[in-house]
């Protein structure tokens, strides 16, 4: 039976209250799946709702902020955070991470946390339905203050009765030189999909801490507690395996196991995964963050010297395509399982997977080469860790001297030097 037109809904909205005065918001809903889409902040995705599933979360922010409200360069960089509370929201062009002084080709410049694409409107806004599919779309421009211009062209599109959608962007250099560019999707997922005993699926190559907490916290990376005020938050950096394509899959899954939300991507095109977890308490950010990008949240000068930054040619296209599904069911789940597990366990081309009763010869061998591979992978983890270091070693403090290279207070302030060095602000 194919599905009817009338499936589809689309309602505008414009909010006339506080600091939501003037922006405008965009409705969409396919029969199952209902998203709220807000043009004024960079197309981002305030909330979706399916088959009584909440994606998004509780934010301190309660107001949908207008970007005239929200001052990005504030105490330091960190204004960003005035009007975080979507469910998906971008960061970049320029920058994805932390705020401080870049010494760009094009020049040095003062970066904000997460960029501003996020905080700049969206225009050409358009919708259009079909019988059996709803896109909406537009572009957002962001301009360099080097003269650069990058443009971010968004697609949001369902299936009538899916329980999904999926966005496909391109980033497109504008401007008549070469620009830097990074993106990170910053999908934000709260209650009821998290909880203490939820967890985090995803066929991980290599991981690293990115916060001095979440070194001491690896061993339950894939897990998370209840609420607790005060707590920090624990960042992970994660090197995914995908399929012969390239594509990968991650997922989280409620503590009853009964539900789950899924995002599957190329790592061709967003080949770095972040983990945020912010498991605060009542009034704060009880949150987990899934975080595909094109390289990790850190300065972007750490970024450059790790080689992750990219570069667009004058006219040059980058896409990315991230299909989002939510799951219900046991069986639904378990399926989803087996297929992050599958991606797992990489096999060589048309070898099937061979299930052994006993330990022969053969198999001993078999164990000694898993093992090696295993080491091999510890070594990667090593190495991508090394580079991940959130603070570059500083030689006054003889605890950030240890492997782990961090400095025990994990506090630090830019010294405002051309120099990449960090100082270390408390006594260690």
Partial sequence: MRPRRSAFSVRKERLRVGRQRGVELLHVSNGRLAATLCPTRGLGIIEAQCDGVRLGWDSPVREIVHPRHVNLARDGGIGWLDGFN?????????????????????????????GKIANLPARAV??????????????????????????LASEFSCRAGARGFTLRETITNRGA???????????????????????????????????????????????????????????????????????????????AGTRAVSLAFSLRELP???????????????????????????HRR???????????????????????????????????????????????????????????????SELDHQSSRRFMEFSMARRLFSSLSPLPTNPSCSNSRRSLSFCRSNSYVDSGSRSPRQTCTKAC
């Fill in 272 to 298: 770095c995964l972040t983990l945020w977890k912010q498991l605060g308490g009542a009034g704060e950010r009880y949150v987990t963050g899934l975080e595909p990008g094109t390289n990790y949240p850190q």
């Fill in 86 to 114: 979507e469910f998906v929201v971008r960061c970049g062009l320029q920058n994805i991470g932390r705020p401080g002084w870049d010494d760009a080709p094009a020049g040095r410049t003062m970066l904000t946390l997460h």
């Fill in 302 to 364: 750490v970024e450059r010297r790790q080689g992750r930054l990219r570069l667009l040619a004058p006219g040059e296209v980058h896409r990315m395509t991230i299909d989002f599904r939510v799951h219900a069911g046991a069986a639904e789940i378990r399926r989803l399982r087996r297929r992050i597990a599958t991606l797992q366990v990489p096999r060589a081309r048309g070898q099937r997977p061979r299930f052994v009763r006993r330990r022969s010869a053969h198999t001993r």
């Fill in 177 to 255: 030189r070469p620009e830097e560019f990074s993106i990170l999707y910053h999908i934000n997922v709260g209650p009821p999909l998290l909880g203490r005993g939820a967890q985090f699926l995803a066929p991980i190559r290599a991981a690293a801490p990115m916060n001095a907490r979440a070194a001491r916290r690896m061993a339950t990376l894939a897990r998370y507690d209840d609420p607790r005020t005060g707590r920090p938050e624990d960042v992970f950096a994660l090197r995914l395996r995908g399929d012969r394509r390239g594509r990968t899959l991650v997922a989280l899954v409620n503590p």
């Fill in 126 to 151: 358009r919708v259009r339905r079909t019988r059996r599919e709803l896109v909406a779309s537009g572009r957002v421009t962001e301009r360099t203050a080097a003269g650069g211009v990058l443009e």
